[in-house]
Structures are given as structure tokens and as C-alpha cells.
């Protein structure tokens, strides 16, 4: 199963990577995870990223393209995997088609998570709170800006997708079980 999750900050992508990776057996390729781990390690590419992810703006595509390139070649990718966070503008959505056709492959499917924004502001910044703010990004104002950039530059991938005939959307106001249940469901249908 090859899977992209889209849906804007907070929709709860990662929760419900987490129950497709059990699901399948496949596994969850986060570029935000990746970048993050980056910065961690204070790596060149975390150095080179690291303001960028702080002010919620988008790195540049060719950095995401090639750590996904080079992430869908390992070993654990072969059945398939979740794509979280990637493909985020149209510019990256072409690049993964070349890569997929390079590889010999293709999406199964592209799960929309819907959810409106200033309940995913509310939900975030009560996810910070409880954390101890740990995501750099998770203020308000940056927050904000992240879901303008999602409005502006990773919406759009709905209609791009829609016209292969791959998106299956899910309510991702609903409780967490529903919308697990609701995807589940979409992917089987
Ligand atoms: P969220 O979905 O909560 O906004 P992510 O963990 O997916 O967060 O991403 C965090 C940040 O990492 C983004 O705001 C952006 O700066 C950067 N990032 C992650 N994935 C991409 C991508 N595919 N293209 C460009 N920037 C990305």
C-alpha cells in the first residue's frame, strides 16, 4: 500500500500514520520528522532548515525531494509506506510522480484529512501546553502562518490528486476511532 495523508497542520496526520503503519505494516515517511531529526543533530541540512521550520515556512523543494528519493530506496519501503507531511506544493507532487516512475511505482491512494482551522489552532496549542511547547513551530503566530501556507500552497494538491482519482476524504474533526474507522473504510472501498 503506497499512501499519502494530506490534511493541514494538527488534522491529525501522525495519529493516524500511526494506526496504517500497524494496518499494513508499512512505514510512515515524515519529512517534518526527518527535518526535525535533522536540526537535532545538527547536521548541514538541519542548519540549513532550521529558520525556515521556525518561522513555518516551507524549505525548499529540492531538499524534501531528494530525502524522500533516498528514503523510498531503503529496505522498508518495499511494500509499500505513508507518506506524511510530502508531497506539500504541486512542484513536489511532479517530482514524486518522476521519482514513483523511475522506481516503477504507483499511489494506491491519497487520504484528505478535512478540518477547519481555528479548531486545529485550539487543538495545537493545547497539544503544546501539554508537551511543554517541544515544537519550536507550535506558537501561535507561526502556527498561523503554517496554516496559510498549507491554504495556499498545499490545498491545491486536493484537485491535483482528485483529477487521478486517488483522494478519499475523511472527516478529521471526528474522534480519533471514527476517523481511523472512516479511512479504513475509504481504503477498502
Ligand atoms: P505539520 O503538519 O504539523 O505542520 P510537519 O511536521 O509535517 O508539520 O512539518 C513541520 C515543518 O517542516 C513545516 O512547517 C515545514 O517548514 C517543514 N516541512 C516538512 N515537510 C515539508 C515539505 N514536504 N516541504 C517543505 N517543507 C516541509
Avoid: H, W
Avoid at 152 to 170: C, I, M, N, Q, W
Amino acid at each position: 500500500m503506497r499512501l499519502i495523508l494530506l490534511g493541514p497542520p494538527g488534522a491529525g496526520k501522525g495519529t493516524q500514520a500511526q494506526f496504517l503503519i500497524d494496518e499494513f505494516g508499512i512505514p510512515q515517511l515524515s519529512t517534518g520528522d526527518m527535518l526535525r531529526a535533522a536540526i537535532a543533530a545538527e547536521t548541514p541540512l538541519g542548519l540549513e532548515v532550521k529558520d525556515i521550520i521556525a518561522r513555518g515556512d516551507l524549505v525548499p523543494d529540492e531538499t524534501v525531494v531528494g530525502i524522500i528519493s533516498d528514503r523510498l530506496d531503503e529496505e522498508d519501503c518495499k511494500n509499500g509506506f505513508i507518506l506524511d507531511g510530502f508531497p506539500r506544493t504541486t512542484a513536489q507532487a511532479e517530482a514524486l510522480e518522476v521519482l514513483l516512475e523511475d522506481k516503477g511505482l504507483s499511489l494506491d491512494a491519497v487520504v484528505e484529512i478535512k478540518a477547519d482551522a481555528d479548531t486545529l489552532v485550539a487543538r495545537i496549542l493545547k497539544r503544546a501546553a501539554e508537551s511543554g511547547g517541544a515544537r519550536e513551530d507550535d506558537n501561535e503566530e507561526v502556527l498561523r502562518n503554517r496554516l496559510d501556507v498549507y491554504e495556499e500552497l498545499t490545498a491545491p494538491l486536493v484537485e491535483y490528486y482528485s483529477g487521478k482519482g486517488l483522494v478519499k476524504s475523511v472527516d478529521g474533526m471526528a474522534g480519533i476511532e471514527e476517523v481511523t474507522a472512516s479511512i479504513m473504510k475509504a481504503l477498502k472501498g
